[in-house]
């Protein structure tokens, strides 16, 4: 039976409506890839509030590995909800934030010491991990990378990438960030090892001629760049920086927000390498859709700052942790990063097979589950074929399957439907996928 149901056009009248409200009242910044309103998730669905049913291959940017509507999710944070909604950290504790810390601690990928802290969102674990690696250090300059994101907060958008549409008009921003081209072999028309090797050059001349490392207090670099366009690290580059970093005295912050739990077929992206960060920042995935984010990390960097100097009024709220709590006990429970390691493989030969059909896809490139297509009008040139990414979109949509575009250009689509996705539904998006490519190139 077709997960896909379309009963009016899309978007129908009843989200017509609500587009109506929304214009009146709603920030006109906020902007929303597919003009629907949904009304309940299951699995890997979507159903909006006209009774259209979607394969849903966005999953909350990344947000619900563990797929809509987990009634386990649900009633932890029903129970915690029962008891107390909020106390606020800072005015007194609950079991669910400690027991939140405490699976962390357990599952971060570093030896030794670990603690952990719990804010609302991505955002903000990667402006308190740069604050906790600043007071660490007593170093004031933060390296990181071209194609990154790492939030939209005044501190994170210093450190995201991307200007339009992200940036325009928002500056000025934090001073001492400094920023190092992110190895990108198909832009850059090299191999993996050869774009590596024009990294490490690029970064030993920084230190000469832009910043000594002395005053770096940390490199901070997304495992798999999300909105830069799902950019695999080559061999030797994640593996470059943590030797460089232990070298200088640096602080190595690994932001895993949307490459974390399960994305790329380890619990976290950074266990591919065979190296451990000083500090690693989580979201997304992290509670299920609950708003919960995370900074883990070795012990006496997480515990530098003095009493006060971290916090939030919601950080860490009881509901998202005990949320949190029972989400990672289902990736454990379920194996759900086997499952998504399986449906990864599956995904990336699917893709892989569109390739040779519709030239319009000039990059199959990714890591796990963590898979993206990169479109270009031309192979030959790697011309971005932007427009042509948000026509495969649009006529996906139509068709009932939901997808996100990221890249610097806009031109890329990529993948986070839940990990545990049914196989028949994974079939069933990636044949409307092949017919959105047809009618985009038509």
């Given at each position: 039976m077709?997960?896909?149901t379309l ?10 409506a609500?587009?109506?409200?929304r ?20 699995g ?14 966005c999953g909350?940017?990344?947000t ?12 932890a944070?029903?129970?915690q909800?029962s ?5 606020a950290?800072q005015?007194a504790g609950y079991?669910?934030?400690?027991a939140c ?5 357990r ?5 030794g ?6 804010v609302?969102?991505?955002t ?18 933060v390296?990181c ?12 958008l210093?450190f995201t990438s991307r ?16 920023r190092?081209?992110?190895?990108y072999?198909?832009r850059?028309g ?7 090797e ?7 001349q ?15 670099v997304e ?10 690290p080559p061999?030797?580059?994640l593996?470059?920086l943590?030797e ?28 591919h390498?065979?190296?451990?960060p ?11 859709g ?9 012990a006496?960097i ?6 006060g100097?971290l ?12 949320a ?16 998504g390691a ?12 569109l ?14 589950a963590?898979?993206a ?9 790697r ?11 649009a006529e ?14 806009g ?5 986070l ?26």
């Open positions: 077709p997960a896909i009963n009016t056009p899309v978007p129908g009248p009843k989200s017509q609500l587009l109506q409200r214009a009146k009242v709603v920030a006109r910044g906020l902007s929303t890839a597919h003009l629907l309103f949904i009304e309940r998730g299951e890997a669905t979507l159903t909006d509030v006209d009774g259209n049913t979607f394969i849903d291959f909350g940017i990344g619900m590995n563990i797929g809509h509507g987990r009634v386990e999710v649900v009633k944070a029903f129970e909800a008891r107390v909604t909020h106390t950290i005015v079991e669910s934030y400690i810390a405490e699976a962390l601690c599952l971060a990928p570093m030896s010491d670990k603690a952990a802290m719990m609302t969102t991505g903000e674990a990667v402006e308190n991990a740069v604050k906790l690696a600043r007071s660490y250090t007593k170093r004031p300059a390296l990378f071209e194609h990154a994101f790492h939030g939209r907060s005044l501190g994170a210093s200007y339009r549409p992200y940036k325009v008009g928002f500056g000025p921003f934090l001073p001492e960030v400094y190092l081209p992110y190895p072999p198909y850059e090299l191999s993996a090892a050869e774009s590596v024009r990294f490490k050059t690029s970064l030993a920084a230190f000469h001629t832009v910043i000594a490392p002395s005053q770096v207090a940390a490199i901070m495992t798999v760049p999300g909105e830069g366009g799902f950019l695999a061999a030797g580059f593996e470059h943590r460089v970093c232990t070298r200088e005295g640096i602080v190595f912050i690994i932001d895993e927000v949307q490459a974390g739990f399960g994305r790329t077929g380890k619990l976290f992206a950074i266990q390498f065979g190296v451990e000083d500090l690693m920042t989580c979201g997304k995935s992290l509670a299920a609950f708003p919960l984010g995370a900074v883990v990390g070795r006496e997480v515990n530098s700052s003095d009493p100097g916090g939030g009024t919601y950080g860490g709220n009881p509901m998202a942790c005990a949190a709590v029972e989400s990672m006990a289902l990736f454990e429970r379920e194996k759900l990063v086997e499952r399986a449906m990864g493989k599956k995904l990336e030969a699917a893709l892989r097979g390739a040779e059909k519709h030239p319009l896809i000039g990059d199959v490139r990714g890591l796990g963590m898979q297509i990169e479109l270009v009008t031309n192979r030959k040139t011309e971005p074929a932007t427009a042509q990414a948000s026509k495969v979109q996906a949509r139509a068709r009932g399957l939901l997808l996100l575009t990221a890249g610097t250009f031109n890329v689509i990529r993948f439907m839940p990990l545990n996705i049914d196989e028949a539904v994974l079939n069933e998006g990636l044949t409307v996928l092949d017919q959105a490519l047809e009618a985009a190139r038509a």
